[in-house]
């Protein structure tokens, strides 16, 4: 009898789907029915080798054999008090954000050159690592670097000071040099594998906007920009809700000519990202060491600003 909807429940069990196709599904990220339920038939057939058609069958397959499950408020809220939550080194930071940078969540940073997002993103792939009762996820990291930031000496100093192994802690990050759109987008379309098998607990990128900021250039290109990174920030937060995983993105920012009194300082990437961000923060430069970090927009938390330091030994307040 000819695969039919009925009786759906791996993969290879779907019309038109056999088990070559069905491993580039999952090695595409495709590796359940919801996600082949959700997925474009084009996508679909790119990533699996069938047909356009074939992939039109097994996304309406896939959909059939999946169930969509309701939850009262309290189930939710039961769920979120069992997220995991990175602490970021500053105690006030921490009550800022909640209790630090929580997990199924993008959270993202935007401020000007040297501001210090660099520095909170180095400080959270260590902190990542520490056991949940000592403020981490007691896991590893995947390090997006698009700007040539990733400095493994501020690794080394970081976790030293947070009583680690720094050669553990440097083999615990996984870093990607992208130098284009197409290869940090890639980075994170095959992330699957690499969350699964090395325990993945934290996304860095740094920064999120940097490579397509240079390689869209012009109104006649925005368009296709914004998609792109669309698209993007859409697989990021999959990756966060599938695998209960922490976000962190460093954004770039521009003085919108339009605003003539205050501060002009504007986030890279307009609605696309102001959307996606489940937190945004605004850092700018103080005196000396000192930064100024704002809570600018979150789901759960009121505005509040606090004052951080970025010490040799990491971020602290």
Do not use: C, W
């Amino acid at each position: 009898m000819a695969k039919d909807k009925v009786g759906v429940k791996e993969l290879e069990d779907l019309p038109g789907v056999g088990p070559a196709s069905a491993q580039k599904m999952r090695d595409s990220g495709y590796d359940s029915l919801e996600k082949v339920a959700v997925a474009s038939p084009f996508d679909l057939s790119e990533a699996s080798g069938i047909s356009v058609e074939a992939a039109k069958k097994a996304v309406e397959a896939a959909k059939t054999a999946t169930t969509l499950e309701f939850q009262t408020g309290e189930e939710v809220y039961q769920k979120r008090k069992e997220l995991g939550k990175i602490r970021t080194g500053s105690a006030e930071l921490d009550e800022l954000l909640g209790g630090g940078v929580e997990t199924n969540a993008i959270t993202e940073v935007y401020g000007k050159f040297a501001s210090g997002k660099s520095q909170l993103g180095f400080q959270l792939s260590v902190n990542a690592q520490l056991p949940r009762d000592k403020g981490g996820l007691d896991g590893t990291v995947l390090f997006i670097d698009t700007e040539g930031t990733f400095r493994p000496e501020r690794i080394e100093a970081i976790a030293n000071a947070s009583g680690l192994d720094s050669k553990v802690a440097l083999s615990n990050i996984f870093v990607v040099k992208a130098v284009s759109t197409e290869q940090q987008m890639l980075a994170i379309e095959r992330a699957d594998k690499l969350i699964k098998e090395k325990n993945v607990k934290l996304i860095v990128v740094d920064s999120l906007t940097a490579l397509f900021r240079a390689e869209y250039i012009g109104r006649g290109s925005l368009g296709e920009r914004q998609q792109k990174m669309n698209t993007h920030i859409h697989k990021l937060q999959q990756l966060a809700d599938t695998y209960d995983i922490a976000i962190y993105v460093s954004n770039q920012v521009m003085d919108n000519p339009g605003i003539m009194f205050g501060d002009p300082t504007t986030p890279i990437g307009g609605n696309i990202v102001a959307h996606a961000a489940t937190t945004r923060l605004y850092l700018r430069k103080g005196k000396e060491s000192k930064r100024i970090i704002r809570l600018v927009d979150s789901p759960s938390l009121p505005e509040g600003e606090r004052v951080i330091k970025i010490t040799t030994e990491g971020i602290r307040d």
